[in-house]
């Protein structure tokens, strides 16, 4: 299907921004005796091509083609200092493992809470953000031992387990047909008197739907309990609430009653992975963290980052990428960070209305997507036939070079059949700010491949 180049050579302007900032970088060392030079650099790029060759073996997540899972390309200057970091190899662990990386991240981490509204409050970066939310749900078991945790049917995965690993008893609650989570089904757990937890997913995984903050919070004044909020996926959109449709606008606003927060930077936050970030609103909470481990190095009076996480060595260059990103692109209502997530959204909608006038397929009965996550499903006599031609209409347009992705939806979600049947849908993700000019083509070539799957 060689039509045109999918990747028209640009030039990567990442090895260029490196070389200056290296040499920067070289020159605030220059007191060092000099070394000397190793290593044989044939024999490097030798296995580096091969390296090169065995990557070939990849979607190409970094091309706008590529609409399927959550993947968002680091931005370039993310990947520079990333890589500038690694001729320091800094360990933000503790202040003496990576100083100066160990500044930037409190300085980004609490931009990051800033943007939740939080002028106070603890937090630090994580490896991601199953890891942030097991720190978060870590310090709830602290605070509430033996109390159980609560998330919707449509929250992450990883709650379930990370409960287990806890040794706390986690329940889901059902979700309704747009994704979020029942607030009256809530009301039974807690009427139990036993749950210490809510988890409140802003941006499920699966469709990016936003659980309603502002009730849960009204449940709280009636019956005590944690709030804490999994928007690993969603935190961004904080940025962009106000222009979001009700009632996911008005759960961005109250974010700043809960808890703690997820977000993870290596999601929408244009990180390489191996960023989350968790956040408390009590500083407090670091009591929970002590320890006194001997070889940790204290240098300093205040908590320092290695007393309030709960992974020793973390990447310092995790840090440093984050922080240079927000520098260039400040965490702000009406900035260009901003303006690209509302980029992606325009798509997701734009697809979203041109799936519902296709008479091939059906969009959400529950109206359009809250953030940037399309789902639908391909029309067929069953839902087993459905599943089919969604595999196939994905298979197709794989060929084509349009990266779709798959998902198990609940049926009556689309088109009010069994309630406990699923049905495998297709699902795009449109998070890359380029999406938006994209679409037409990503369009262009969805439309083909259904054509090849069941006809115009
Ligand atoms: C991705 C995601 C997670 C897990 O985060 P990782 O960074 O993949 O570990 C948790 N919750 C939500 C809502 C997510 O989207």
């Known amino acids: ?178 994704g979020r989570m029942e607030p009256a089904a809530l009301e039974d757990e807690l009427k139990k008197g036993d749950v210490g937890t809510v988890v409140a997913t802003l941006g499920t995984t699966a469709i990016g739907a936003v659980d309603p903050l502002e009730e849960i919070l009204a449940l709280r004044e009636k019956y005590g309990f944690r709030i804490h909020v999994d928007a690993a996926y969603g935190g961004y959109f904080r940025l962009i609430g106000e222009e979001l449709a009700e009632p996911a606008r008005r759960a961005y606003a109250a974010i700043s009653e809960a808890d703690s927060i997820v977000v993870d930077p290596h999601k929408h936050g244009l990180q390489p992975y191996g960023c989350g970030c968790v956040l408390f609103r009590d500083p407090g909470v670091g009591r929970f963290y002590k320890h006194d481990s001997p070889y940790t190095y204290f240098t300093s009076s205040e908590l320092h980052l290695g007393e309030i996480s709960l992974e020793c060595s973390r990447a310092g260059a995790a840090a440093v990428s984050l922080w240079t990103t927000q520098k260039l692109l400040p965490l702000t209502v009406g900035g260009e960070f901003a303006a690209g997530l509302a980029a992606g959204r325009r798509a997701a909608l734009e697809l979203d209305r041109r799936l519902r006038a296709d008479g091939r397929f059906e969009a959400l009965a529950a109206g359009a997507p809250q953030l940037d996550i399309v789902v639908w499903k391909v029309k067929a006599a069953s839902a087993e036939e459905a599943s089919e031609r969604a595999q196939k209409i994905f298979d197709a347009a794989a060929r084509r070079n349009l990266h779709l992705a798959l998902v198990q939806l609940p049926r009556y979600w689309f088109d009010g059949g069994v309630d406990t049947e699923t049905v495998t849908c297709l699902r795009s993700v449109l998070m890359k700010p380029e999406h938006e000019a994209w679409l037409p083509r990503i369009w262009d070539e969805l439309d083909a491949a259904s054509t090849e799957v069941v006809g115009e």
């Open 1 to 178: 299907m060689a039509r045109d180049p999918i990747l028209a050579p640009v030039r990567d302007p990442v090895p260029e921004l490196l070389a200056q900032a290296a040499a920067r970088l070289a020159r605030e060392f220059s007191a060092l005796p000099a070394l000397t030079e190793s290593g044989d650099s044939a024999r490097l790029a030798a296995v580096l091509d091969e390296t090169a060759a065995r990557l070939g073996d990849n979607y190409p997540y970094f091309h706008p083609l590529y609409v399927g899972q959550m993947l968002k390309p680091p931005h370039p200057v993310a990947r520079a200092a990333y890589a500038l970091a690694m001729s320091i190899n800094p360990n933000n662990h503790a202040r003496d493992g990576g100083r100066a990386s160990s500044e930037m991240e409190i300085e980004a981490v609490g931009q990051i809470a800033r943007m939740f509204g939080w002028d106070r409050h603890l937090g630090h970066l994580t490896s991601g953000g199953t890891m942030a939310n097991l720190e978060a749900l870590w310090v709830a078991g602290q605070i509430a031992p033996g109390k159980r945790i609560v998330g919707s049917a449509q929250a992450h995965y990883t709650h379930g387990r990370i409960s287990g690993v806890l040794k706390l008893d986690y329940s889901p609650v059902a979700a309704d047909a747009s």
